[in-house]
């Protein structure tokens, strides 16, 4: 009768130093612990030179300004202003070396990711306008009507004007 506990706790202490062991075999042990003390990070820290190496693919807005002064402007004074260029316009690593291999998306599939509607009612998605895809002019493309950089639909912006 009392080899029904001890059985139990001798598989859960062996499965325990198993784990432990194999732990010991496969993480490096500059994995994780770094000098501002006990701070666990998922690199380790003699691998940090080789990611120095790797490309950035993503550069920020701040890169934008100077070919694109026009767009960037629009952009500062609408909605999409807390948007990221490269949200949309994808990662700036290429861009200006190969201008003509740089494509612009303008899909309605790429307005729908931010702009179909969902109803959340306790999200913060539901502060962004949304459309219904299927009712809202299907069979054209967004950028017909809006001009992403300041998306207010056309015939608004013709009449403050």
């Known amino acids: 009768m009392r080899s029904h506990v001890w059985r139990p706790l001798y ?3 062996f499965l325990l130093a198993v784990i432990l062991l194999v732990r010991y075999a496969v993480v490096p042990e500059d994995f994780g612990i770094h000098e501002r003390g006990y701070m666990y990070g998922w690199h380790r820290k003699s ?9 950035v693919r993503y550069k920020t ?10 767009q960037y402007n629009d952009l500062k004074n609408s909605p999409h202003r807390i948007i990221s260029c490269e949200n949309c316009h994808g990662p700036n690593y290429e861009h200006p070396k190969d201008p003509a291999g740089y494509n612009i998306d303008r ?17 913060d998605r539901v ?31 013709q009449k403050v004007q």
């Open 127 to 157: 502060k962004i306008t949304g459309i219904n895809p299927v009712q809202h002019y299907s069979q054209a493309e967004c950028v017909m009507c809006h001009i992403p950089h300041n998306p207010k639909p056309l015939k608004q912006k």
């Open 11 to 13: 598989l859960a202490l």
């Open 47 to 55: 691998n940090e030179e080789v990611w120095k190496m790797v490309p």
């Open 107 to 123: 899909t309605r599939k790429l307005c729908l990711r931010c702009h179909a509607r969902l109803l959340y009612p306790n999200s």
């Open 61 to 70: 807005a701040a890169h934008c300004p100077e070919c694109h002064p026009q």
